[in-house]
């Protein structure tokens, strides 16, 4: 086998598969796809790296270490590829939330302009004022000449009505 000879590897071969293959399923414990797929895959080592052994118990000793590796490898391999799977998974499940966050969000943003554009002048310009130019209660208490308790409490009940308002339209579709 070491020379390349084809008979050589048919008489290992008619030795050792049947051997090999009883070995694997009980380390798989009888599953008989994977041990399939891993004497495969030692055949081909096997080939790939037969030397000149002293004797058939340690050329029996090589080739177990041999099929216990291509076990291994390829029980790694599945691993890495369910791995991939999960994340790839998680990946495109994430995307969607995204989505439908972000349709939420449109739905949300529409509400909310709809029922600003529904308040009484005085709320809306107090609202405009602390939230989208974000000025200071302080300064805008200074501006309409009242206390900042006062106009902390118009913002309370101007935030109430329109949360309730919101919540009125998301309840309604």
């Known amino acids: ?7 050589a590897y048919r008489t290992f071969h008619d030795a050792y598969i049947e051997r090999l293959y009883r070995y694997l399923l009980v380390v798989t414990s009888g599953d008989e796809e994977a041990t399939r797929e891993a004497l495969q895959s030692a055949l081909v080592r096997v080939v790939r790296h037969i030397r000149v052994f002293r ?3 340690v050329f029996w000793s090589w080739l177990t270490v ?3 590796s291509a076990l291994s490898d390829q029980f790694r391999k599945r ?3 369910l791995a991939f799977l999960e994340r790839f998974t998680w990946h495109s499940q994430a995307q ?7 349709e939420a969000d449109a739905k949300l943003a529409a509400l909310l302009e709809t029922n600003l554009g529904a308040l009484p002048l005085d709320e809306r310009r ?4 602390k939230y989208f130019e ?3 209660v302080h300064d805008i208490a200074g501006d309409l000449g009242l206390s900042e308790k006062a106009v902390d409490s118009r913002l309370v009940r101007i935030r109430e009505k329109l949360k309730a308002a ?6 309604h579709e």
Not at 1 to 7: A, N, P, Y
Not at 96 to 102: E, K, L, N, V, Y
Request: glycine fraction near 8%; aromatic fraction near 2%.
């Open 134 to 136: 974000r000025r200071s």
């Open 166 to 171: 919101i919540l009125d339209g998301l309840t």
């Open 66 to 68: 041999l099929t216990r």
């Open 96 to 102: 969607q939330a995204a989505a439908d966050d972000s």
């Open 55 to 57: 004797s058939e118990g």
């Open 1 to 7: 086998m070491v020379q390349g000879d084809e008979t």
């Open 79 to 81: 691993r890495r590829y």
């Open 126 to 129: 107090l609202l405009e004022a």
